[in-house]
């Protein structure tokens, strides 16, 4: 028995208990409506960055180990076993096995066993790098040299150098083990897994439908006869499914302030809740191309944005100026105020910042009769839309000519991963709260997320010494060293982190929406309808 298997496998044996104990409350039934704000490009979570996929399939599938859906706040500590019912890592931190449940079939009938495991992340770090279409995460893995087998039940991940994250990353919603027998092509349509629900059909722009796994292996569960994943692409018509009780769940933060307060007015019924969403609010700026290789005008943008008038207007001052990292206090690296503060486009009044980013336009050749014409790219969700208004109206304070252009959402992250924008709004939603997923996803030379193929070797140093540093004071200080560069070479200036709600009817039961991201809570296998 490995020393550490002893504290997960207390973890395993409550959760088995949990799952054998009888449903007094839960009333078995039923079909969960959640509305779904644009298409999934595909179904498949490993090929896809947006929300739209991960909260239509992740039912389907399982992790090895889980954040507890029960726990609001996502944490190593409320990290369960899921797939695998122990761990533990070796003496030098670079080793980390799991020893994996007997038992479990995939829904085609198929046994589960530890070269699934094995299949999954050889697929990911590019060992198998023709199954993947697109692999944009392939950067969270990139520290695992090589993933062993021993028999049917033992998987081990070999790891570069010490990695406390890697557990975490583990957990989230995107990180389910995939099937070696199924293709890729067929897991974009027609995905199969282990979970508590079975894929049914998938109507393009209609709906996502999952059925009951009868034969899922934790006993009792799920509750739900199905789920059905609405595809409803305009924020009122939701809104108005909600309050009538068509819909029985929004998306996790769907719903902004303003909303909210219209439903709390018109609905008092309906279940919300308000609270973070570790989805920051940015704006990309293409360097590569004229007119913003010139780092004087990038300054300029950087320096004329209000971020606190951006909160006021769009989560009516709920939402936290922040840097990359998730802001305090729910942020676990997030900055405190005096540190945030000396970041540049950050300290001083927004009124010497404005007259700074006008007196840079002006030396440019810019100003009040000649404007610098661009347009800005954002994605067709209300969730980018409104907010890209508020950037261009700011732009167009200082000496810019600004328009809106409108990119469907099918289509947004293929066109920001080519660069094809000048300026863009963009939201960037992170699967857990760590750098080594938020900063290097999207800061890192080699990452398929760095929209703006920002590159800068001594980051990407830093961001490797701070994953392997086990001292988390120190660790989160070495992060803020790293957010400091960022913000001084403008790599994507960002607004805030925001906070919005998510509503449910007050009959569905068994849902604790989590606070630190909004992809690890959708295998609603503990939900149930009281109706």
């Known amino acids: 028995m490995h020393p550490n298997w002893s504290r997960a496998a207390v973890f395993a044996v409550a959760s088995v208990m949990a799952s054998a104990m009888p449903a007094v409350a839960q009333k078995p039934g039923g079909i969960l409506r959640v509305s779904n704000p644009a298409n999934p490009s595909s179904l498949s979570i490993h090929e896809e960055t947006s929300i739209t996929t991960i909260q239509s399939v992740m039912a389907i ?24 019912e122990s761990w533990s890592w070796d003496a030098s931190g670079t080793k980390l096995t799991f020893k994996l449940r007997s038992g479990v079939r995939w829904h085609d009938g198929k046994p589960f066993s530890a070269k699934d495991v094995q299949c999954t992340w050889h697929r990911l770090i590019g060992k198998e790098p023709d199954y993947f279409r697109k692999n944009p995460r392939r950067i969270w893995w990139d520290n695992i040299q090589e993933v062993t087998t021993d028999g049917d039940t033992v998987v081990t991940f070999h790891l570069a150098q010490p990695q406390p994250s890697l557990l975490p990353m583990l957990a989230s919603g995107m990180a389910p083990v995939y099937p070696c027998h199924v293709s890729a092509r067929d897991m974009r349509t027609n995905p199969v897994g282990t979970g508590p629900f079975r894929f049914v059909e998938f109507k393009s722009n209609e709906v996502v439908r999952l059925e009951r796994n009868k ?13 059905e994943m609405r595809v409803i692409p305009n924020r009122s018509t939701r809104v108005l499914a909600l309050t009538a009780g068509d819909l029985h769940m929004t998306s996790t933060g769907d719903i902004s302030v303003p909303v909210l307060k219209d439903i709390n007015a018109n609905a008092p019924h309906v279940v919300c809740r308000l609270g973070p969403t570790n989805v ?30 951006f909160i006021d207007i769009m989560a009516h001052g709920a939402s936290k100026i922040s840097g990359v990292m998730m802001a ?12 945030l503060e000396q970041l540049p486009g950050y300290g001083g009044t927004l009124e010497s910042r404005q007259a700074e980013a006008k007196k840079i336009m002006e ?26 208004v ?18 469907e959402s099918t289509i947004w992250f293929g066109r920001a991963a080519r660069q094809d924008f000048t300026i863009a709004f963009n939201l960037t939603g992170s699967g857990i709260d760590d750098p080594d997923v938020t900063i290097k996803e999207n800061f890192a030379c080699k990452s398929e997320n760095n929209f703006t193929k920002y590159c800068n070797p001594e980051v990407d140093r ?3 010494a701070q994953s392997a540093e086990r001292d988390p004071e120190k660790r989160k200080k070495m992060v803020w060293e790293i957010e400091r560069v960022l913000a001084e070479e403008i790599a994507r200036p960002v607004y805030s982190h925001g906070r919005a709600a998510q509503c449910w009817q007050p009959f569905v039961k068994g849902y604790v929406r989590q606070e630190n991201s909004i992809y690890n809570h959708w295998r609603l296998e503990q939900v149930w309808l009281d109706k």
């Not at 889980?66 to 797939?83: H, T, Y």
């Not at 305090?328 to 540190?339: S, T």
């Open 61 to 84: 599938f399982n992790n090895l180990v889980l954040f507890d859906p029960a726990i609001a706040r996502n944490s190593p500590e409320s990290i369960v076993p899921d797939l695998a």
């Open 215 to 227: 034969d899922y292996w934790k006993p009792g569960r799920p509750y739900l006869d199905g789920i």
């Open 280 to 309: 920051s609010s940015n704006v990309l700026i293409n360097t590569q191309k004229p007119p913003f290789n010139d780092p004087r005008l990038r300054r300029a943008v950087v320096l004329g944005m209000d971020r606190q008038g």
């Open 328 to 339: 305090l206090p729910e942020g676990n690296f997030g900055m405190p105020k005096e540190v």
């Open 363 to 388: 030396s440019l050749g810019y100003g009040p009769n000649n404007r610098l014409k661009i347009k800005v790219a954002t994605r067709d969700f209300s969730s980018y839309k409104d907010p890209a």
């Open 390 to 407: 508020i950037l261009v109206d700011q732009l167009n304070k200082i000496y810019f000519d600004a328009e809106l252009e409108i990119i």
């Open 462 to 464: 830093m961001i490797a």
